[in-house]
């Protein structure tokens, strides 16, 4: 299994983040969901909130709301009506 796995974040206006993360906390529309390297395959809609990567030990956060994210092959991929 992979330390790593990658994670695009975009919205229809732009690629808002692209890159290898070992860590995601991402709101889904029940609930946070926490995602790792070799993370089982997910469709699910986002809610409104703050989505956490952790990358070499370090946070970074995005305010997002609506869309979707998927989760395939170690690649997390959200599709956000908003992210700043």
């Known amino acids: 299994m992979a330390d790593t796995f990658q994670i695009d974040i975009a919205t229809p206006e732009k690629l808002v983040l692209s890159e ?22 997910l469709l699910s809609e986002l809610g409104a909130g703050v989505l956490s990567v952790t ?3 370090k946070t970074q956060d995005f305010a997002i ?20």
């Not at 979707?68 to 908003?82: G, H, I, P």
């Open 65 to 84: 709301s609506g869309g979707f994210v998927e989760v395939r092959d170690d690649r997390v991929r959200v599709l956000a009506d908003r992210a700043e």
């Open 55 to 57: 990358v070499g030990g």
């Open 20 to 41: 290898r993360v070992e860590s995601a906390q991402i709101p889904g529309k029940d609930g946070y969901m926490g995602i790792l390297p070799g993370h089982a395959a």
